[in-house]
């Protein structure tokens, strides 16, 4: 049988909000600052690199403070632990892709408690001076190309299934074997005549693979 590799995306899809917005609106530039970036990337006229890290720019807070706003009003998707669970026991390879930051994400996926995931993302560096500063993986537009690993997954051989919620996903989604999309990914494979199945929650996601792995 084929060899799966399960990649997902983190923010919005891995999480219920997207951790990226939650504190630009909240700590930094606030929901206007969101909202002009959204559109300048949109009309082509920021790259979503610069549009993360303009927003990161804004937050000028203590790294302490918006660990302690996450921890109270951002959640992860309760099925995305047993989905995990279900990845290690099948021998599932299973990793996550970020464009936000790996220093946000440990606080909601514990290593001890997922020890065979494998996360990549971006580096933040918080700095209240001069607002906290990114560094990125690549120098591609988007900070973080997704869609070089799952090319790499298969030329291994190995079959890819992709999930996301956005734009950091797009070229991940053309890539994949096979995804599963919400929200403005969902839009995008309808636009451009990928199939996709639509998802909220994990428990939808492992519900449909489990039937067939
Ligand atoms: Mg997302």
Redesign the pocket.
């Known amino acids: 049988m084929t060899k799966l590799h399960i990649f997902s995306?983190?923010?919005?899809?891995i999480t219920e909000k997207?951790t990226l917005i939650f504190l630009t609106t909240n700590l930094g530039g606030g929901a206007q600052l969101v909202e002009a970036i959204g559109r300048l990337i949109r009309q082509g006229q920021l790259s979503l690199s610069e549009g993360i890290a303009a927003e990161m720019r804004s937050i000028r807070r203590p790294f302490d403070e918006a660990e302690a706003l996450l921890r109270e009003k951002v959640r992860i998707d309760p099925g995305f632990p047993p989905f995990a669970a279900w990845c290690e026991q099948k021998q599932i390879p299973l990793t996550v892709l970020s464009?936000g930051f790996q220093q946000l994400i440990d606080l909601f996926i514990r290593r001890e408690e997922f020890p065979h995931l494998e996360i990549l993302a971006n580096t933040l560096k918080p700095n209240e001076e001069t607002g906290w500063q990114c560094v990125f993986r690549d120098k591609t537009p988007d900070g973080h190309d997704k869609a070089a690993p799952l090319r790499a997954a298969k030329k291994r051989g190995e079959r890819v299934i992709f999930i996301?919620?956005?734009l950091?996903?797009r070229g991940a989604a053309e890539v994949a074997d096979e995804v599963f999309a919400k929200h403005s990914l969902a839009d995008f494979c309808r636009e451009r005549g990928i199939n996709f199945h639509p998802y909220e929650t994990f428990d939808e996601v492992l519900k449909h693979l489990r039937n067939r792995f």
């Open positions: 995306d983190f923010d919005g899809t997207d464009a996301g919620d956005g950091s996903d």
